[in-house]
């Protein structure tokens, strides 16, 4: 009896999105399971698609069906457990199976369609370059002396044609020897090795009696397959890297796998280093800046059972670990662990769907855990273990506030106060570093007429265009748009336009002319667009052939540097009062990380905040570094005006060409939205709006939102899905696009 596999196929609208059935041949029959990718035939004109087989099961009688055309190899198969990650994915961001595939698993390592002698085939994206490589098989007695060459080369084991040819053994000679029966030969990837400058220099770790309290009560969890989430909240410079490490260790010791989480790419380095100096090559890595070979390799390694320890950014937690056993989350509160394309997923989510199905223990750690997860702890649904001092026992940095209101009344129109200013001259004159956190990139922010008063925007964009000094230019940071020549008159009016504003390129201009003996480093996207920029200028600056780090947000969390005992924050106010009801926790998270940043070794640390409102509540406390009474402030006020964790918020944009259209769409969801909950009673639902985002319009197309605060539940997604059909059903979509989003930030 044939097989029927049910396949979703790709390209499908969530309308579309079902299942479809195909016979599978019986040359195939044997390679065909859930989870593997194959070719389709679809529609009308059966033209090929990708797929994945969700079940294989025995035909339906008398249904005609159509045949699969081919099926991708057997290490192409999605294991169970990403096949389980895949539907996840589905429920829980409304994407399509086929979205949700191909997030999972990397781009080369996906198949594609292609036609090989009018039969339409599977081809893998990525077709690494290959080589010979050659072995001896059995000595002979004549060999020319080429010949003894190459035999004698082979002496120590198998060798590439690359390298051999890099000594003069010409491939001919080679290809002779194989046919004479001398040497045998495979073809095989070429080797392209990634963080080789990594030495592995395992270090026995003594952890302090406080780190090792914590590792006492984790360490055993691991053990334990119901053991419940943990919340390490651990101060700046706690070590709770050490802690990882330990936790590592025993991890692997049980037979068991990590999985490492880090924030951004800018942190990756330091972690890799870490890990490969303790694990050496049974680390891989998996993060958005290694291109696609780099990547696949690292997948490949993880997937062959190659590798015991994964670290990376946020679509590392995908990484196809059979034997999970540890999943750490650093910074947890950060934003980046929620994807911003679809499907929208939030790798925190993830992480703790993987631990429970793996029995592995998932540890969120921060010194600014997000309410989120601080409440979550104090209801019990998580453990909460902490690490309240510094590991060198050093008090935290003592931090100092700068007004610069009086700054400004003194004739200071710099962004650097005179306080500042002096504490960076004390460091330089002592050969100690300053780290600088300023959020905002370019020269100056602000473009505005002196007549009318106009601010300078971007043509497609609602934002202000940004001033970037190097190139000359007026950029949009959100589209790219640019002008060159800078203009000078305003567009509307013909005033004349000013300039204000500190971005980091002014600032540096400004700290070079403030302290003209000074070594300063700038880093932001601009100065680290190229590859291994990050790793590069840290580097340098952890060498100490810089006095100053001047950056934006990306040198503000996690980093490690023993010189490091002064921290200044720059414009700060405007995060402060931004909108959204997170604004104070990432402001509070923001100062509290890079304040931490000082004072990490030998040296107690000291760090400026410069702001025109020194007794903002969220300030003085960041100042203090109190975040338990943070979090009692935030909690009370979330719970007051509902917002999460006492709900959910989803937040529904639309997106479109025309403005009045988007507007329409945005309504007919919400009349959806309110029919469905009428219909069912389990979905009780607030909907604000539809409002204009706070970026109301982006690359030319206009946006808007309903925000619905929910229980984000399954009834709850049940209903969205449900009005996204309907909107799908009623073409809706021509007039604008929608996304559904359960991010904090989702509007930003
Ligand atoms: P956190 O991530 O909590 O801010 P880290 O893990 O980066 O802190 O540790 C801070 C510094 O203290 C690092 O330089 C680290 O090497 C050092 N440190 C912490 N614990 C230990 C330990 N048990 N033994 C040696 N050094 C430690
Ligand atoms: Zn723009």
């Known amino acids: 009896m044939p097989l029927v596999a049910q396949v979703a196929v790709s390209g499908a609208t969530i309308h579309f999105d079902k299942l479809y059935s195909y016979l599978v041949p019986?040359?195939?029959?044997?390679?065909?399971?859930?989870?593997?990718?194959?070719?389709?035939?679809?529609?009308?004109?059966?033209?090929?698609?990708?797929?994945?087989?969700?079940?294989?099961?025995?035909?339906?009688?008398?249904?005609?069906?159509?045949?699969?055309?081919?099926?991708?190899?057997?290490?192409?198969?999605?294991?169970?457990?990403?096949?389980?990650?895949?539907?996840?994915l589905r429920e829980h961001t409304f994407c399509t199976y086929y979205e949700a595939v191909k997030a999972v698993i990397p781009y080369g390592a996906q198949y594609r369609a292609c036609v090989e002698n009018g039969v339409p085939k599977l081809k893998k994206q990525l077709v690494r370059h290959t080589q010979w490589v050659y072995a001896q098989a059995q000595k002979l007695e004549k060999l020319t002396k080429k010949q003894q060459q190459a035999w004698e080369a082979l002496a120590r084991g198998p060798l590439g044609q690359d390298t051999l040819e890099r000594m003069s053994i010409s491939r001919d000679v080679l290809e002779r020897l194989v046919q004479k029966g001398a040497l045998h030969r495979e073809m095989q990837d070429k080797p392209l090795e990634l963080y080789r400058q990594y030495a592995e220099q395992p270090q026995m770790i003594q952890l302090s009696p406080e780190q090792q309290s914590v590792y006492d009560i984790l360490a055993p969890c691991m053990e334990r397959p119901d053991a419940k989430p943990a919340l390490l909240y651990?101060?700046?410079?706690?070590?709770?890297?050490?802690?990882?490490?330990?936790?590592?260790?025993?991890?692997?010791?049980?037979g068991r796998q990590a999985l490492v989480l880090v924030p951004e790419i800018s942190l990756t380095p330091q972690m890799i280093r870490r890990l490969k100096a303790q694990f050496g090559q049974r680390v891989a890595v998996q993060h958005s800046a290694?291109?696609?070979?780099?990547?696949?390799?690292?997948?490949?390694?993880?997937?062959?059972?190659?590798?015991?320890?994964?670290?990376?950014?946020?679509?590392?937690?995908?990484?196809?670990?059979?034997?999970?056993?540890?999943?750490?989350?650093?910074?947890?509160?950060?934003?980046?662990?929620?994807?911003?394309?679809?499907?929208?997923?939030?790798?925190?989510?993830?992480?703790r769907r993987r631990a429970i199905r793996c029995g592995a223990l998932?540890?969120?750690?921060?010194?600014?855990?997000?309410?989120?997860?601080?409440?979550?702890?104090?209801?019990?649904?998580?453990?909460?273990?902490?690490?309240?001092?510094?590991?060198?026992?050093?008090?935290?940095?003592?931090?100092?506030?700068?007004?610069?209101?009086?700054?400004?009344?003194?004739?200071?129109?710099?962004?650097?106060?005179?306080?500042?200013?002096?504490?960076?001259?004390?460091?330089?004159?002592?050969g100690q570093q300053s780290i600088l956190l300023l959020n905002r990139r370019g020269y100056q922010t602000v473009a505005m007429c002196t007549s009318c008063g106009q601010v300078l925007k971007c043509a497609s964009c609602s934002v202000p265009m940004v001033y970037h000094k190097a190139t000359e230019r007026l950029l949009c940071h959100y589209c790219g748009a640019s002008h060159h020549p800078v203009p000078t008159v305003c567009p509307a009016c013909g005033g004349k336009l000013k300039y204000t504003g500190f971005g980091t390129q002014r600032v540096e201009e400004q700290l070079a002319?403030?302290?003209?003996?000074?070594?300063?480093?700038?880093?932001?996207?601009?100065?680290?667009?190229?590859?291994?920029?990050?790793?590069?200028?840290?580097?340098?600056?952890?060498?100490?052939?810089?006095?100053?780090?001047?950056?934006?947000?990306?040198?503000?969390?996690?980093?490690?540097?023993?010189?490091?005992?002064?921290?200044?924050?720059?414009?700060?106010?405007?995060?402060?009062?931004?909108?959204?009801?997170?604004?104070?926790?990432?402001?509070?998270?923001?100062?509290?990380?890079?304040?931490?940043?000082a004072g990490r070794a030998q040296q107690p640390g000291r760090a400026v905040i410069q702001t025109v409102d020194p007794h903002h509540p969220v300030l003085e406390l960041a100042a203090k570094q109190d975040y338990p009474s943070f979090y009692e402030q935030e909690i009370a006020f979330r719970k007051l005006n509902l917002y999460p964790p006492f709900c959910v918020i989803c937040t529904v944009g639309f997106c479109g060409k025309n403005e009045a259209g988007v507007l329409q769409a945005a309504r007919a969801f919400a009349v959806f939205v309110q029919q469905e909950t009428q219909r069912r009673n389990d979905v009780p639902l607030r909907l604000l709006g539809p409002a204009p985002m706070s970026i109301?319009?982006?690359?030319?197309?206009?946006?808007?939102?309903?925000?619905?605060?929910?229980?984000?539940?399954?009834?709850?997604?049940?209903?969205?899905?449900?009005?996204?059909?309907?909107?799908?059903?009623g073409g809706w979509a021509a007039k604008a696009s929608v996304t559904v989003d359960f991010h904090a930030d989702a509007d930003l």
């Not at 209101?405 to 002592?430: C, D, H, I, P």
């Not at 000074?518 to 052939?545: P, Q, V, Y």
């Not at 990306?554 to 540097?561: E, N, Q, R, S, T």
């Open 513 to 597: 002319e403030a302290l003209p003996n000074a070594r300063i480093l700038r880093m932001d996207a601009d100065s680290t667009a190229h590859k291994n920029a990050h790793e590069t200028l840290l580097r340098a600056f952890s060498n100490g052939e810089y006095d100053i780090l001047l950056g934006t947000q990306m040198v503000a969390k996690g980093l490690d540097f023993e010189r490091v005992t002064l921290v200044g924050v720059l414009g700060i106010d405007q995060m402060l009062f931004a909108q959204g009801y997170k604004a104070f926790e990432h402001v509070f998270s923001l100062v509290t990380q890079v304040v931490g940043r």
């Open 362 to 430: 998932l540890v969120l750690a921060s010194a600014t855990p997000s309410v989120e997860s601080f409440y979550a702890a104090k209801q019990g649904r998580m453990q909460l273990v902490q690490l309240a001092h510094r590991y060198n026992d050093m008090p935290l940095p003592q931090v100092y506030m700068a007004d610069m209101r009086t700054e400004l009344a003194a004739g200071n129109a710099t962004a650097l106060s005179s306080f500042l200013k002096q504490e960076l001259e004390k460091n330089l004159a002592v």
């Open 26 to 88: 019986q040359l195939l029959a044997a390679r065909v399971y859930p989870g593997s990718m194959v070719l389709v035939p679809f529609g009308r004109g059966s033209k090929a698609r990708m797929g994945v087989v969700l079940n294989v099961q025995q035909p339906a009688p008398d249904v005609p069906l159509k045949e699969l055309y081919d099926v991708a190899p057997e290490q192409a198969c999605l294991s169970p457990e990403l096949l389980a990650l895949v539907q996840e």
């Open 290 to 351: 290694l291109n696609h070979t780099e990547r696949l390799l690292q997948w490949q390694q993880i997937q062959s059972g190659g590798a015991d320890v994964v670290v990376g950014t946020r679509s590392a937690v995908f990484a196809p670990l059979e034997k999970l056993g540890l999943i750490i989350i650093d910074e947890e509160q950060e934003h980046t662990y929620q994807a911003e394309n679809a499907p929208r997923y939030d790798a925190r989510e993830i992480a």
């Open 234 to 254: 651990g101060v700046t410079g706690s070590g709770k890297t050490l802690v990882f490490i330990k936790l590592i260790e025993r991890c692997l010791a049980l």
């Open 696 to 729: 109301v319009m982006l690359k030319e197309q206009f946006r808007y939102k309903l925000t619905l605060k929910c229980r984000g539940d399954k009834a709850f997604r049940a209903m969205i899905r449900t009005a996204l059909q309907q909107y799908d059903a």
